[in-house]
């Protein structure tokens, strides 16, 4: 009953920028950690960058210094600002959310993608 959508990704030249949002709705008691994860064509899907409730976030070290994450707790939303593309940043763009139910339940759930492509 959760549903995660994300936008904002598209084509860009390498140094440039985008910004990605993805917002969590439906049944909701609580999220917990929320993420970005990244996968190109013939590769595993990989963390790029998550951030708590807290606020506490981790980054890939390929993106350090370049991306940076930020959520929206009140309207169940994290962002992702890239900064910086490098073409080796291309790939398919998915919106994790930790969520926790009354019942102590957590289940990850996860958005369709937005696909980022960078040229050189």
């Known amino acids: 009953q959760v549903q995660l959508v994300e936008s904002g990704g598209g084509l860009v030249q390498a140094g440039g920028s985008l910004r990605l949002s993805c917002a969590a709705s439906g049944s909701i008691f609580s999220i917990n950690a929320m993420g970005w994860y990244r996968q190109a064509p013939g590769k595993q899907r990989e963390l790029v960058a998550s951030v708590t409730r807290g606020g506490s976030t981790k980054y890939a070290d390929s993106v350090k210094g370049r991306f940076s994450i930020s959520r929206d707790n009140a309207k169940n939303m994290v962002y992702l600002q890239m900064n910086s593309l490098k073409p080796e940043d291309t790939g398919i763009y998915y919106c994790?959310?930790?969520?926790?139910?009354?019942?102590?339940?957590?289940?990850?759930?996860w958005g369709h993608g937005t696909q980022v492509t960078v040229s050189s």
């Open positions: 994790n959310a930790d969520i926790l139910y009354s019942d102590a339940t957590r289940v990850d759930y």
